[in-house]
């Protein structure tokens, strides 16, 4: 398990380029590439240019010594029915295509999209909602059998209306078993599963081999803060202690940006060396309970 950082640690405050650069600089080794936050400017570029810009990337991380693990997707909106200007249903399967191909180019195995709701306040009971998702993510099948990347649905987070749905783990887990294809698997975003009261290690315990992926924050608990592990009241150690029983092979893959994109710019990059440091922190608790168990397994 590699600490990774989503490269919105920037937002867009600096160029992607820049963005690689200094996140290899603080340490990071692996990193995700925010799709969400470039959605917009796609939306205006051609296939042809989106593709040379994501060789150019992929060439610029191959000298930083930095590879791309993991993407955020773009994101169709609060829900389905309610989409984000400019998008109908069918230019959002586009656009996730699209998304797929850009990171088969920059090796990445894993997107991460949102199940959603169909209407924002619908009144659409779980298995419409269920058969909806499972009948739109179904679409992007032949893409990631084309490609070889994975898609990562994530744990949703209630909001004005938004997300009734998929913010627990049964029904996620209901969601990417109806769909059954070894290229749809699970994120587990922490932050909103504790706005959620979820106990992580449960949810951990039945997605199972499903993880594929993580957005790593903490939060007070009630809003979905997006900081940094301990600015919170996350219980690190449980839960980072329960990745490793599960044996996940992902990464712990940061989308704590307003733990470090608030800063200044001049000391944001002291910021980022520092999250870095209390991240591999993080992903050593628990080490000592791992050896024991190692230890039993080969005894």
Not at 108 to 126: L, M, Q, R, T
Not at 225 to 249: A, C, F, M, N
Not at 250 to 264: I, W
Request: proline share 2%.
């Amino acid at each position: 398990m590699k600490l990774s950082t989503s490269l919105n640690v920037f937002n867009n405050s600096v160029t992607r380029n820049d963005a690689i650069r200094r996140c290899a600089a603080a340490g990071f080794e692996v990193l995700d590439m925010n799709y969400w936050d470039l959605q917009s400017q796609m939306l205006q570029v051609s296939w042809s240019e989106e593709e040379t810009w994501a060789k150019e990337i992929r060439t610029l991380a191959d000298q930083c010594g930095v590879r791309f693990t993991q993407m955020h997707g773009p994101v169709h909106g609060g829900a389905f029915a309610n989409l984000v200007p400019g998008l109908t249903l069918d230019s959002f399967v586009g656009l996730a295509e699209r998304s797929l191909r850009t990171a088969a180019i920059l090796g990445i195995p894993w997107v991460v999209f949102h199940p959603s709701d169909i209407a924002k306040d619908g009144e659409e009971a779980f298995q419409e909602v269920l058969d909806f998702n499972v009948n739109f993510y179904s679409r992007l099948i032949p893409v990631l059998e084309e490609t070889g990347v994975g898609i990562a649905l994530e744990n949703t987070c209630y909001v004005q209306g938004c997300n009734r749905f998929f913010t627990v783990a049964e029904e996620l887990v209901q969601l990417i078993d109806i769909l059954d294809h070894r290229l749809i698997g699970a994120c587990w975003d922490t932050g909103h599963a504790h706005v959620h009261k979820i106990d992580h290690a449960s949810a951990f315990r039945l997605l199972g081999s499903r993880l594929k992926a993580t957005h790593i924050h903490d939060n007070d608990g009630v809003k979905d803060q997006h900081l940094l592990p301990y600015q919170g009241t996350i219980d690190w150690t449980r839960l980072v202690g329960t990745l490793k029983e599960i044996q996940y092979s992902g990464d712990f893959t940061y989308e704590a940006h307003n733990g470090v994109n608030k800063l200044p710019d001049a000391i944001r990059d002291a910021g980022l060396k520092f999250a870095y440091e209390l991240g591999n922190y993080v992903i050593s608790l628990g080490k000592e309970k791992e050896e024991r168990r190692r230890i039993k397994c080969e005894s």
